[in-house]
């Protein structure tokens, strides 16, 4: 029997419902009043103690419920394990299996945590999540209707596209990205130069192809991915031996930078990174001795951290005055980044709005299955 965690919520949920949680950390949930049950974190569920694990856990929170639940809330991807399992214990149950989107689930876990009232402006930043259109979503900016009709919501921005040259393999090997980015500025040449001394001529001329013609290079608005890109073109981060490496190097090298020279000021506030990953190229040549290489990395890693705080925080308000809400809820695993999250709060509330991120649940995946069960009991409990 899986042991369950019991956490408390400001107010009731809308009605029971059991939520299977993510792909990547995953865990579950039942929703019952007040009571959040937890299962364990089972881990990636691409691995099949995990989804065995997970199957074990939706087991003991069924039979922890008080009563029937009214919904089995699952991602929105057609092909996870926690999507058919779903859908098999909703059939058996005779409830209905209710997809949530999974940037939607991280601003709604706040909602839930927080008891927040009226409608809220989301900004939800991870490496990836199936969106509406199909394509893969991560980089959002979101408004979402009030607690009790959270299941109402809208995309209202995001972070512009980015290839990834041969798809899952782009987020191991940031490398990719940055050169992704270099092909769409029309500085394909650097690719060789920067990268076919560390990865082979061969990877690199394969990689160029992809590029050329499109293929094997689905797009993604993926924040995390904008951290690698970054992290590869300032030389940082070539191939990932950990998850977020690239990306905590480059937190690494800003935070140092920054507290070295504490009046360093962003670039233009926009959404779009690629000019300022432009500069970065421009600043981190290859011919580059390593003294002046080091103190181009600090700077280049501090520079698109400012940039994407202002981008975000410029949009959030604007955002923010056009939807009259008064709250902005941070959500997704790149505000683990101590610099992304305490700048952007600090920039919002200067504005004069209220900043909420996750408290006791994770703002990464493994507390993704808050959300979805209360979106999945808001949309049960508004079908009419």
């Known amino acids: 029997m899986a042991e369950l965690r019991l956490h408390r919520l400001p107010q ?4 029971r419902v059991l939520a299977l949680g993510a792909y990547l950390k995953n865990s579950a949930v039942l929703l019952q009043g007040d009571a959040c049950w937890w299962s364990p974190v089972h881990g990636d569920l691409g691995e099949p103690g995990a989804c065995e694990a997970l199957e074990t ?3 003991a929170l069924l039979a922890q419920a008080d009563g029937p639940v009214a919904a089995v809330a699952h991602d929105l991807h057609p092909d996870f394990h926690s999507t058919r399992l779903a859908q098999r ?5 005779g409830v209905p299996a209710v997809p949530v989107q999974h940037h939607h689930a991280h601003i709604a876990v706040v909602q839930a945590e927080q008891a ?3 409608p809220v ?3 939800a930043l991870d490496g990836v999540g199936l969106g509406t259109d199909g394509l893969a979503w991560g980089g959002e900016l979101l408004w979402l209707a009030d607690r009790p009709r959270a299941q109402r919501w809208q995309r209202l921005a995001h972070l512009p596209m980015i290839a990834l040259p041969g798809g899952d393999v782009a987020a191991r090997e940031p490398w990719r990205l940055a050169a992704a980015v270099l092909h769409s500025l029309g500085r394909a040449d650097e690719i060789a130069p920067r990268f076919a001394s560390q990865v082979g001529e061969g990877a690199v001329n394969l990689l160029r192809q992809m590029l050329d013609r499109g293929l094997n290079c689905p797009p993604s608005t993926g924040a995390g991915r904008w951290f690698d890109a970054a992290a590869g073109l300032l030389g940082l981060s070539v191939k990932q031996q950990h998850e977020a490496e690239a990306a905590m190097a480059l937190e690494q090298a800003a935070t140092a930078y920054l ?8 670039a233009w506030p926009s959404l779009d990174l690629r000019p300022l990953l432009a500069e970065l190229a421009d600043e981190t040549a290859p011919h580059l001795d390593e003294a002046a290489r080091r103190d181009a990395q600090g700077r280049g890693a501090a520079m698109f951290h400012l940039a994407l705080v202002a981008g975000l925080a410029h949009a959030a308000i604007r955002a923010a005055a056009a939807q009259g809400a008064t709250t902005v809820v941070l959500g997704g695993g790149c505000f683990f980044n101590r610099i992304l999250k305490t700048r ?4 919002l509330q200067a504005a004069g709005l209220t900043v909420a991120a996750p408290r006791d649940v994770s703002c990464g995946d493994a507390g993704l299955a808050l959300g979805q069960a209360w979106i999945a009991g808001c949309t049960v409990m508004n079908k009419d």
């Open 121 to 123: 402006i989301g900004l």
């Open 57 to 59: 856990s939706a087991q």
């Open 344 to 347: 952007l709060s600090a920039a």
């Open 116 to 118: 927040i009232d009226g």
């Open 89 to 93: 214990l909703a059939g058996e149950l």
């Open 259 to 266: 507290a070295a020279h504490p009046g360093l000021q962003g």
């Open 12 to 15: 009731p949920a809308p009605t």
